[in-house]
């Protein structure tokens, strides 16, 4: 069985700080993949950043980091310098390479900056 | 370029009542197709996903049912509503590979009174 950890379930940030939104995951397949997507108030789904299982460097995406901990199956969201448009809910997820059609998410963090 | 439409953006319908939204992709073939609700302020539930015309792969047992007719075509049905079935809803394709991101259209939000 695969699953998805996100443990805050709310966060508030001051602006131009830095924030690491948490998520674990839990798998037995050794390839697989995980990503990130933002939601704004709007609903949209939006892809920020991907980290495969068998990359040795953390993936980044401009502001967009990811903190992987292979052994921890810990696949952390950094965001540096928010902005008020960070504001949203964010969602962890994975897929795994042996059953690469079913893709699973996290609960989820929302996340506020303040001015 | 791909994209995916998805409608109606907002429906609300009595309970017992029939729905059925529907989904499609441009610009992509034989894609991966995925069906998510979300409750408010929750996480997306994976509900049904296909990997071609005719399978379909339900996660959750509930009143919903899914179909998909032609290759880029994803349906969502209900014969009869309830009320807990209320939520976004959302319609999502990937490509074939574990490293490939889903897109996901502009959602539904249905509910059920």
Known sequence: AQK??????GMFVQ?????????????SDPSYGLFWYKQPSSGEMIFLIYQGSYDQQNATEGRYSLNF???????????SASQLGDSAMYF???????????????SGTRLSIRP | SQTIHQWPAT???????PLSLECTVEGTSNPNLYWYRQAAGRGLQLLFYSVGIGQISSEVPQ???ASRP????F?????????????????AWSGRGADTEAFFGQGTRLTVV
Not at chain 1, 4 to 9: F, K, L, N
Not at chain 1, 69 to 79: G, H, M, P
Request: proline share 3%.
């Open chain 1, 15 to 27: 602006e131009k700080e830095a924030v690491t939104l948490d998520c674990t995951y839990d798998t």
């Open chain 2, 63 to 65: 009143n919903l049912s």
């Open chain 1, 69 to 79: 901990q292979k052994a921890r199956k810990s696949a952390n969201l950094v965001i």
């Open chain 1, 4 to 9: 998805i950890t996100q443990t805050q379930p």
């Open chain 1, 92 to 106: 962890c997820a994975m897929r795994r390479y042996s059953s690469a059609s079913k893709i699973i998410f996290g």
């Open chain 2, 11 to 17: 429906l609300v319908q009595p309970v017992g009542s």
């Open chain 2, 75 to 91: 349906i969502l049905s209900s014969k009869k509503l309830l009320l807990s079935d209320s939520g976004f809803y959302l319609c």
């Open chain 2, 70 to 73: 032609q290759d880029r075509q």
